[in-house]
């Protein structure tokens, strides 16, 4: 298991998604910069955060409770689970949920194309749309169309020793 990076002891850490302003001292920490190395591609911690809370307004913050056994345990368990909500399709009058893959199984299935793989969904993909392997034609698309809870990615690193088992505040503003 990998050894838990050292930080500076805070009752509450503030989630910063630009690594240049985050030290380990200030109990800023790096979000996106330690989510992208740990999963190898990009993370959107504004995506994410609106995953957890869709109207969120701006200047605003969001806590995540991870400090307690039952907040943290109750958040891996949602980002293990093999059912994830695509959302409500109105055609139909009921949910879209995709089964047998994992909210991050799925986020890193969705990829950005290059020079050797051309886009196969539009900008602007219906909500309900299965994104499994979808390849967009920049990030800021691909992010839009799905990223993964904040809450959940971070139990996911405090799992994986990337963090301390904390409470993390998230300032959303544009």
Known sequence: MPREPEYTSFSIYML????????????????????ERVYGKPYS???GCQWDDE???NDSVKLYELASDGDYEEALEQFDDAEL?????????ESVVKTGMTELDYWLSIRVADEHTPATVEANPPETQ????????????????????LKRILAD?????????SDYLFRHWW
């Open 157 to 165: 690193l405090i799992r994986r020793g990337e963090l301390p088992r």
């Open 16 to 35: 910063e998604p630009h690594a240049d302003h985050a030290t380990a001292e200030n109990g800023y920490i790096p979000i996106e910069a330690i989510a």
């Open 55 to 57: 109207h969120i307004g």
């Open 85 to 93: 909500y695509l959302g409500w399709d109105s055609r139909i009058g």
């Open 130 to 149: 299965d994104l499994e392997n979808a390849v967009f034609e920049s990030r800021f698309f691909a992010d839009r169309a799905f990223s993964p809870s």
């Open 45 to 47: 911690s504004l995506r």
